[in-house]
């Protein structure tokens, strides 16, 4: 491994996502953006909805995930998501007709419980559209 790079690995229940060295991440952790870069100390912690951000260089990856969990360990990055997408695997106007759905939802939900449910698809619409868009996600709470 290369002076100052860090081995990454980004792992969904469905596929591999991501194997290689990165030079730094950005990952949204459940309460806020963490910064990753070598000889990071020793972390375990959870992830929230976000993006993920990979930089190789002038190269940065990107994958829009809804939660999970980050270790990081001797310059080994793992994040282990529940669901994560990549760019190419996002249609924009099907992201945009779910969150139009969802919003009229939230105008009358039955609910408590199926208001926090579109919550949280209002949030997962706003991670992907910002993956897209390739900044930090802007998460409505409310």
Request: charged share 25%; aromatic share 4%.
């Amino acid at each position: 491994m290369a002076a100052g790079a860090i081995r990454c690995t980004v792992v969904s229940p469905e596929r591999p996502l991501f194997e290689g060295q990165i030079e730094h991440a950005i990952v949204p952790g459940s309460e806020g953006e963490l910064g990753i870069y070598p000889r990071h100390a020793p972390l375990i912690g959870a992830l929230g909805p976000g993006v993920v951000r990979l930089h190789q260089g002038a190269h940065v990856e990107r994958f829009a995930i809804r939660g999970g969990f980050v270790h990081i360990k001797k310059d080994v990055l793992t994040l282990l998501v529940t669901d994560a997408v990549k760019p190419s695997d996002v249609d924009l106007g099907k992201v945009e007709a779910e969150h139009d759905a969802v919003v009229e939802a939230l105008q009358h939900p039955r609910s408590d419980e199926e208001y926090q449910e579109l919550m949280t698809q209002r949030k997962w619409c706003d991670v992907r559209k910002a993956m897209l868009e390739g900044g930090r996600a802007k998460i409505a709470t409310h």
